[in-house]
């Protein structure tokens, strides 16, 4: 242990780079995957036919590992191979395939009573969506974005096998070190573990937030 | 560290791609695409059924038990936020120094290559028990405690009551699991590639990728093994779904032939909400 802190503070600028480029090309993507699933998995919800084609497609698309995705989009985006916008948009896929169907399920499973109270109470369908239906759904797309954001924290280390900077590099450099080579993979372990935590923690007190109705339950 | 492909720029197009694929040659010979889909397959099933000997019988017995849960089931969580490709290197740097066995094994890895085939084995079946570990012992415990008691109130053992009961109830979601395995363990045997002497689709890809563009083995050829890997997985998974409904007794899955009548349906009182 002692030895990776010291490989830490040999390198400290280039490591602490890398772990803000993998902070980014993790997080960025569950909230972007999150803004285009929204609509998604409410048109799934809504319009009832839609739902088998949205979550079978949904599902087509994650049964595809990563780094064929990785490979095709320079050739379709035009980007170079390195680029880490391709990680970003591959990333940004994969979460709008997990999160549609978690969007249209989690808005499914509201209870149909609070729907029927709310539009009684005068709401109209939009106000009903926003301030009913989705402030209940949060648990369950809380957890889905949990989800989402693990996998794809140790989906960007995936990229590393291309040469794309981040964290990853970590892996690479100790494989190819002469010795001592489990030290700096040993680090990447590591730090990618804080990541994925501490993105873990940070939908963890979102989700806690956004529903305070829990707490004020639980404490009866 | 700069990377030899950091100055490469322009990549051949994605339009050589058909034509590289209906090329015969590129799909026989010792570094065809047919040789690299035998060695995937190899080290999946490898992989998968070593993985389904540890988790199968340990998840039916957390599951019957109820005991064990809380830690194994933050283990299966914490192996899965590792990231595979950290782990597979760990594996390798320490593990393959140590193994001295250097001949071919037929179908799997050629001369040379079994010191990192190991690693690579362990860390594949390391990765793939986590899902099939935890769907098992959901499944079982996820049975209605009244079948169980009916199970048991017949004079059924509890080991009876587990295989007999518990295990048919539970085959869904235990083959959801192996599903999840399998797809998991596909996508960290091509990037396993990255190492020498292995085989499989991933050889093409990182093979190309030192050369990549080379209209022929750079770009082109790394896309096409791309594109198989994700024929493969999507084939893999198609395949399970169908052993899934072939082994799933009806009376579980509730197929049941046209004009037959569901027990639990014939009995329903009062509609489920919908």
């Known amino acids: 242990m002692i030895a990776v802190w010291h490989y830490f503070r040999a390198d400290q600028s280039e490591i602490l780079g890398w772990l803000w480029t993998t902070l980014w090309l993790a997080g960025v993507p569950v909230l972007v995957g999150l803004a285009l699933a929204m ?182 | 560290m700069t990377h030899p492909l950091a100055a490469a720029g322009d990549l051949p197009s994605l339009g050589l791609v058909p034509g590289w694929l209906t090329t015969a040659a590129h799909w026989w010979g010792p570094h065809g695409l047919l040789v690299a889909v ?106 209605d405690p009244a079948v169980r008691d009916a199970a048991e109130g017949m004079g059924m053992t509890g080991s009876q009551v587990l295989l007999r009961v518990e295990l048919p109830i539970a085959l869904p979601l235990i083959i959801s699991g192996i599903r999840s395995a399998v797809l998991q363990v596909i996508a960290t045997a091509t990037i396993a590639a990255y190492l020498p002497f292995l085989g499989g689709l991933g050889y093409l890809i990182f093979n190309g990728l030192q050369q990549i563009t080379d209209p022929q083995l750079g770009y082109p050829a790394m896309i096409s093994a791309a594109i198989v890997v994700a024929l493969l997985a999507v084939v893999a998974d198609l395949v399970l779904l169908g052993v899934q409904r072939l082994v799933v007794p009806r009376g579980v899955s509730g197929r049941f032939a046209v004009g037959a009548v569901r027990l639990s349906d014939a009995l329903e009182v009062a509609p489920a909400e919908s």
Request: aromatic share 8%; glycine share 8%.
């Open chain 1, 39 to 220: 609509p998604l998995g409410w048109l799934a919800s809504r319009v009832r036919w839609t739902y088998p084609p949205v979550v079978t497609l949904a599902g087509l698309l994650y049964t595809v590992p990563s780094i064929v995705v990785f490979l095709l989009l320079p050739g379709v985006l035009g980007t170079r191979i390195l680029d880490p916008v391709n990680v970003a948009v591959a990333l940004t896929l994969y979460c709008v395939a997990l999160l549609v169907r978690v969007v249209a399920d989690g808005l499914s499973s509201v209870p149909a009573d609070a729907m029927s109270a709310a539009s009684a109470m005068g709401y109209t369908e939009w106000q009903r969506l926003i301030g009913v239906q989705l402030p209940l759904a949060v648990p369950v797309i809380g957890a889905g974005l949990r989800v989402a954001a693990v996998s794809n924290v140790s989906l960007v280390a995936v990229a590393s096998t291309l040469g794309v900077s981040q964290l990853g590099s970590l892996f690479t450099a100790g494989y190819h070190a002469v010795r001592n080579g489990s030290t700096p993979i040993l680090l990447g372990l590591i730090l990618f573990a804080l990541v994925a935590f501490a993105y873990d923690g940070a939908i963890l007190l979102a989700v806690r937030i956004a529903t305070p109705w829990r707490r004020a339950v639980s404490r009866t």
């Open chain 2, 38 to 143: 035998r060695e995937h397959v190899a080290y999946t099933a490898i992989a998968v059924l070593a993985a389904a000997l540890i988790a199968l019988p340990l998840g039916l017995l957390i599951g019957h038990t109820g005991r064990g849960i809380v830690v194994v089931a933050g283990l299966a969580n914490a192996v899965r936020a590792v990231p595979a490709f950290g782990l597979l290197l760990l594996f390798v740097v320490t593990l393959s120094p140590k193994i001295h066995y250097t001949h071919e094994v037929t179908w799997l890895v050629g001369r040379g290559g079994v010191p990192y085939l190991i690693p690579v084995l362990i860390v594949l079946v390391v990765l793939a028990i986590p899902a099939i570990l935890t769907n098992t012992y959901a499944g079982v415990q996820n049975v």
